[in-house]
């Protein structure tokens, strides 16, 4: 049993969260004294309930205060009552930027053992019978951002996105302050602006901010509300115009953009060169393009985020290298390499055939 002085609330993506946990075994001084460490962990934060696994311990039990009462059930067992259940919006201490409605009992019957080792059995009903069933669910890895409806409403999708970034920052990396890294890596940049791969809309946005009009283009529309949200409220949605559509065959004239960029698309990429070479062909002459993806230190923070959740984040393999020669076998010109923000970055410019001129060098970490 790991001793209480080291219990700390443990939040995603914390692979803890994720496990089915083991029965106790054993009862006696250390349980109790880890049992009043969770009530403590609890109240610090403001919560009316706690599994142990929110405190990083993979066992079966929880405690829950309402009002005053008390409640802490090791190796519980619910039974179903004869009871409807209800919707309500819950929260959880270890997802704290998300909220989710989650249908419940409005009634039923916990079996399990105190503390001390008494055995247990009672009908939870209300609030109570929300609190067991929640707790119970963080027993067997289960969360409030499982009880989620399908993709596609965008309250879910703004409060996923904004726990996404919370996660990310607090492993030291901010999306968008990478957005906006690879967005300056060329300098100044002329529009129109094309961004490949919408997603959220970072990069995009980003480049709206240089005092560009852009054009976005992805091939999935399950992330345009909210990238479309995010551009106004930032006040550039009159400058950006989303469009669903193959990137691969751009409906647009050669030559019509200005620039051109590319951010943690290539890795989903199985074969890049057309979408790359559409790049290339409606990009005018002394047009800059911008290719970005994450570094290998990127990619192991992204999978380990992804592998929390139970999930693999997919990679093509493709990089910004092989992407960088196939830009140049498209008649580009590579000006510069950079590193930052866990991200790798190309700079290539387009230049009539036989230029021979200056090339700048940014290259740098």
């Known amino acids: 049993m790991i001793p209480a002085t080291s219990l700390t609330l443990r939040t995603l993506p914390d692979p803890v969260l994720r496990l089915v946990c083991e029965p106790v075994e054993a009862f006696g001084r250390p349980l109790r004294e880890m049992v009043e460490e969770l009530r403590q962990i609890m109240i610090r934060h403001k919560g009316v309930g706690l599994a142990a696994p929110q405190a990083g311990v993979a066992q079966r039990l929880f405690v829950g205060e309402i009002d005053g009462r008390r409640l802490c059930v090791v190796n519980p067992t619910l039974l179903p009552c004869r009871a409807s259940s209800e919707e309500a919006v819950e929260g959880c201490l270890s997802l704290p930027a998300v909220e989710v409605p989650v249908a419940r009992a409005r009634a039923v019957e916990v079996r399990g053992w105190t503390s ?60 968008v302050a990478a957005a906006r890294f690879v967005a300056r890596t060329a300098g100044r940049l002329r529009g129109p602006a094309l961004d490949v791969g919408t997603g959220k809309g970072l990069l995009a946005r980003e480049l709206v901010q240089l005092s560009l009009d852009v054009v976005s283009v992805d091939v999935d529309t399950s992330e345009l509300p909210l990238a479309s949200d995010l551009a106004r409220e930032a006040g550039v949605g009159h400058r950006l115009r989303f469009l669903h559509g193959d990137a691969r065959r751009l409906p647009f004239p050669s030559g019509y953009f200005g620039c051109a960029a590319m951010m943690d698309v290539l890795h989903h990429l199985d074969e890049p060169r057309p979408v790359l070479a559409e790049m290339a062909r409606t990009l005018r002459l002394g047009g800059i393009v911008i290719v970005a993806d994450f570094s290998p230190e990127g990619f192991r923070l992204v999978q380990r985020v992804h592998r929390a959740e139970g999930r693999v984040h997919p990679e093509s393999g ?47 970490r």
Not at 116 to 139: M, P, T
Not at 159 to 173: H, K, M, N, S, V
Request: glycine content about 10%; aromatic content about 6%.
């Open 116 to 175: 001390e080792g008494k055995e247990l059995s009672f009908v939870a009903e209300g609030f109570w019978a929300r609190l067991v069933q929640h707790e119970v669910d963080h027993l067997d890895g289960r969360l409030i951002c499982d009880h989620a409806p399908a993709p596609g409403e965008p309250v879910l999708r703004r409060q996923a996105f904004e726990a996404r970034l919370a996660q990310y920052r607090a492993f030291g990396y901010d999306r």
């Open 318 to 364: 493709v990089t910004v290298e092989q992407a960088r020669t196939l830009l140049e076998r498209e008649g580009l010109d590579c000006v510069g390499r950079v590193e930052g923000h866990l991200h790798e970055v190309a700079i290539l410019v387009k230049r009539p055939s036989g230029s021979t001129g200056d090339r700048p060098n940014r290259s740098h």
